[in-house]
């Protein structure tokens, strides 16, 4: 587990569980799709704008439980904001991915079972 911080708020992530992973890819995917999907010729701008923040917002309850968003964003619901705040987690998820490819990388290295191979680069 690791300790993030998004927009001063810190939190903990761990996509090595399994269940964590699932439902913070699951989660982030479904925030790109409102960010992307706001139209800034509409007449209605600022419900494209609630919609898109609300779906950042349920994105960061869904990961880190209830009341997750009052605590990152307060009662504001600006769109910059929000967009920051998912990047920022994007970020931290592609930190520990990286984290994880690594120590993959490393252990099939030290623990490869071509065992001759091995030995003779010692030699």
Do not use: W
């Not at 970020?91 to 030995?119: G, L």
């Amino acid at each position: 587990m690791s300790k993030i911080t998004i927009k001063d708020t810190e939190l903990d992530l761990d996509i090595y569980d399994a269940d964590e992973n699932e439902r913070v890819l699951s989660a982030i995917q479904k925030a790109q799709k409102a960010l992307t999907a706001i139209d800034g010729g509409n007449d209605d701008t600022s419900g494209g704008i609630r919609d898109a923040c609300h779906a950042v917002f349920e994105c960061f309850n869904t990961i880190f439980g209830d009341g997750t968003d009052r605590k990152i964003f307060g009662n504001k619901c600006n769109l910059r904001d929000a967009m920051r705040a998912i990047f920022q987690l994007c970020d931290a998820v592609k930190v520990q991915r990286d984290e994880f490819e690594a120590e993959t990388q490393q252990f099939t290295a030290k623990y490869s079972p071509n065992r001759a191979a091995r030995r003779a680069k010692k030699k």
